[in-house]
């Protein structure tokens, strides 16, 4: 029901910045909460940043201050903003929909397949 397509990753030196884009394809962009992820080599998948319909944000604390959720209804598109990027934040940056369960709807959530973003010198 739903296609997401990361892009706008890639290599970005220390102190840089860059932004990534969530392209969905489907019905009812605007129920969705939306978010970003990120896995680290060896890690576990952590939370980024979440964002509602109505534009409540959420951030994890590693990245708070440096990077910016945003979305576009109209165009069925999530941004992240990402400013001075660090080489820990080197991963990769899954974006994700969720649609809690409610009367005749099963909850949902849907990945896409994730765009590499790399932070070194």
């Known amino acids: 029901q739903v296609q997401l397509v990361e892009s706008g990753g890639g290599l970005v030196q220390p102190g840089g910045s860059l932004r990534l884009s969530c392209a969905a394809s489907?019905?009812?962009?605007?129920?969705?909460?939306m978010g970003w992820y990120r896995q680290a080599p060896g890690q576990q998948r952590g939370l980024v940043a979440t964002?509602?319909?109505?534009?409540?944000?959420n951030y994890g604390d590693n990245v708070k201050g440096r990077f910016t959720i945003s979305r576009d209804n109209a165009k069925n598109t999530v941004y992240l903003q990402m400013n001075s990027l660090k080489p820990v934040d080197t991963a990769v940056y899954y974006c994700?929909?969720?649609?809690?369960?409610?009367?005749?709807?099963?909850?949902?959530?849907?990945w896409g397949q994730g765009t590499q973003v790399t932070v070194s010198s």
């Open positions: 994700n929909a969720f649609r809690r369960a409610a009367t005749f709807v099963k909850e949902a959530n849907y």
């Open positions: 489907g019905s009812m962009f605007s129920m969705y909460i």
């Open positions: 964002i509602t319909s109505g534009g409540s944000t």
